[in-house]
């Protein structure tokens, strides 16, 4: 039998069909096309299964569930999607929703706990008992997973770690807090950093980089600007690896994991991200002088552990 997981995002919702041995081997998408109601979401939901089944050449009939990884707040006790602000969500009977338009048992969870989870079977976190899995898009996502099972406290709502506050009374986020975390270390806030920098430094190489038009500013362009030589984008990338340092050395002075993992676009710069982030982690935990020490590494999966964190929810 095979599982299927399903990655429901503000973009797009990718689903795959998960074998025995944690491999997608069928795949279907379709726009989510917010914002609209959640009934016509669950239709194109229903529809990308399809696709996946059909691109793996199973029978439906082979599928033993499905699991669903989405933005926002789950109450599985009574099967809901509580909150899920980017969704426009709110108290959403999602598990009913699925399971009428499949007829297969369904199963439902944030969408970072849901990609913590396919790290952990089976990509950074393999083997580790205690695994965090840190996202780095639209905002920061986070992901515990202990003895192979996913922490959410005792309501399902725990993890939120991108709100945790990193500078009392900083930048409004869409929480109601100041100065979480998610507002400096995001994606969305090193472009954010970048255009301000930008602005200020007419000269600087990022101009270039984006053709003088700052809507094709992304979470690259400081980090390429940077290779060439540009000390403002510098500045740039060494204020936002500084964020990223001090909520990750909050992390690791929390739970002392074995391993955290870092995903998201950001991800891609490598070492040139990933060394100076562990220099600053290294110098700042509490656990300096330790013999057991957290791992920090990239991400093995990008955009497959949603899929396959989902698929094993079930």
């Not at 096309?33 to 529809?47: C, Q, S």
């Not at 290779?227 to 403002?232: E, H, K, L, V």
Request: glycine share 12%.
């Amino acid at each position: 039998m095979y599982k299927i997981g399903v990655d429901l995002g503000g973009t797009n919702i990718a689903v795959g069909v998960v074998d025995e041995n944690y491999r997608i081997i069928g795949r279907g998408k379709r726009k989510t096309a917010l914002p609209r109601p959640a009934d016509e979401i669950f239709d194109d939901i229903k529809a990308a299964i399809d696709l996946a089944i059909a691109d793996a050449g199973i029978s439906p009939d082979e599928v033993s569930s499905i699991g669903v990884g989405a933005p926002g707040s789950v109450n599985k006790e009574k099967r809901l999607i509580e909150y899920a602000n980017n969704l426009g969500f709110n108290n959403v009977p999602a598990y009913s929703m699925l399971e009428e338009r499949t007829g297969k048992p369904c199963f439902f969870e944030n969408d970072a706990n849901a990609a913590a989870l396919g790290e952990a079977y089976a990509g950074a976190g393999k083997g580790a008992k205690s695994f965090i899995a840190l996202t780095f898009g639209t905002g920061v996502g986070a992901g515990i997973v202990i003895d192979g099972k996913i922490y959410t406290g005792f309501n399902d709502a725990g993890g939120e770690i991108g709100h945790m506050v990193i500078c009392v009374d900083g930048i409004p986020c869409n929480c109601g807090r100041r100065g979480c975390w998610e507002e400096y270390a995001s994606a969305t806030a090193l472009i954010s950093q970048t255009k301000k920098m930008m602005n200020e430094h007419p000269e600087s190489k990022m101009w270039k980089i984006v053709d003088n038009d700052p809507a094709k500013i992304n979470g690259r362009t400081p980090f390429q600007a940077m290779y060439q030589g540009d000390a403002p984008a510098k500045e740039v990338v060494d204020r936002y690896i500084y964020y990223m340092a001090a909520g990750i050395t909050n992390v690791v002075n929390i739970f002392q994991p074995e391993i955290i993992c870092i995903g998201g676009g950001i991800s891609h710069e490598g070492d040139n991200l990933l060394n100076p982030v562990k220099e600053i982690v290294a110098k700042e935990r509490y656990t300096k002088y330790a013999d057991k020490q957290t791992k920090i590494c990239r991400a093995a999966l990008g955009n497959d552990a949603g899929i396959i964190g989902a698929a094993l929810l079930g």
